[in-house]
């Protein structure tokens, strides 16, 4: 069974452009999540999508936003990047309900330079 | 808010030696708890979870326990690998939530 994958792998951009990430979960899986990754914040919680719903948001700026489509697929986006954005952000997915476990991507690193 | 303590790293072991990572959340409700492993370049593995008090997870020797009166979910290994060397992130999930809520990270070396 493949995994959750995520494209692309690593990103560099250029203050105030905007970037795209994907991530295909896992085939049957209807919830996916994306955490950002830090060394000053560690892992946050930027939103989660089921049945292509949002059904928690995390408290990051409007310049985050996020969609699921109706094969699950997900597509997060940031605009007007700032150097701060530079982080490995991971998608996970799981089968939705309570206590599902998450199975994460391996990650996109962004950079912001 | 709901929030979660790990202890500090790096931890450096010699290989055989005994683990613990320590972990105490704050919670509101009955939270269910998580460690998760991340290896070099990879993303994060679920090692093992607990969804009520006084439940133990376990898998690969790893074990923790859900202790409602001390609010927290201690890692333990009794002999470790080389590797088991990684990132060990303690989280949890807030009552009626799908979101998880993580620690800051420990940092484990375990040298042959």
């Known amino acids: 069974k493949a995994g959750v994958t995520q494209t692309p792998r690593y990103l560099i951009k250029t203050r105030g452009q905007q970037v795209t990430l994907s991530c295909s979960p896992i085939?049957?899986?209807?919830?996916v999540s994306w955490y950002q990754q830090t060394p000053g914040q560690g892992l946050q919680f930027l939103f989660e999508y089921f049945s292509e719903t949002q059904r928690n948001k995390g408290n990051f700026p409007g310049r985050f936003s996020g969609r699921q489509f109706s094969n699950s697929r997900s597509e997060m986006n940031v605009s007007t990047l700032e150097l701060g954005d530079s982080a490995l952000y991971l998608c996970a997915s799981s089968l939705g309900q309570q206590n599902s476990p998450l199975h994460f991507g391996n990650g996109t690193r962004l950079t912001v330079t | 808010g709901d929030s979660v303590t790990q202890m500090e790293g790096p931890v450096t072991l010699s290989e055989e030696a005994c683990l613990t990572i320590n972990c105490t959340y704050t919670a509101t409700g009955y939270p269910s708890l998580f460690w998760y492993v991340q290896y070099p370049g990879e993303g994060l593995q679920l090692l093992l979870k607990?969804?009520?008090?006084?439940d133990k997870g376990s898998n690969k020797g790893f074990e923790a326990t859900y202790r409602k009166e001390t609010t927290s979910f201690h890692l333990e290994k009794g002999s470790v690998q080389v590797s088991d060397s990684a990132v060990y992130f303690c989280a949890l999930s807030p009552d009626s939530s799908y979101k998880l809520i993580f620690g800051s990270g420990t940092r484990l070396l375990v040298r042959p």
């Open positions: 085939s049957g899986h209807r919830s």
């Open positions: 607990a969804t009520k008090a006084d």
